[in-house]
């Protein structure tokens, strides 16, 4: 764990998360945090399962919805692409 990975929302919270309720985004925004604290293992949490890398998904809040999400490592960053939520 460095410590020194951030996050955000790519392009940005307006187009990601955009009308969720108020709950769902905190609770995206808590994940993501939990990421870029992981740094660099962050390329191995959630699916696919068999590889490292590439664009990520992640279960919240109980499979009501999932993230999808990018850890670069060479920008030290997470990148919240994209919220599928079923509500």
Do not use: Q
Request: glycine share 14%; with cysteine.
């Amino acid at each position: 764990m460095t410590g020194d990975w951030t996050w955000e929302y790519n392009p940005s919270k307006d187009y990601v998360a955009g009308g969720l309720p108020l709950g769902a985004t905190a609770e995206v925004e808590r994940l993501a945090t939990e990421l870029a604290a992981l740094g660099r293992d962050a390329v191995k949490v959630g699916r696919p399962i068999d590889r490292e890398g590439g664009l990520r998904e992640f279960d919240i809040l109980g499979g009501r919805g999932f993230i999808s999400f990018l850890a670069v490592p060479r920008h030290e960053r997470i990148y919240i692409c994209n919220i599928t939520w079923y509500g």
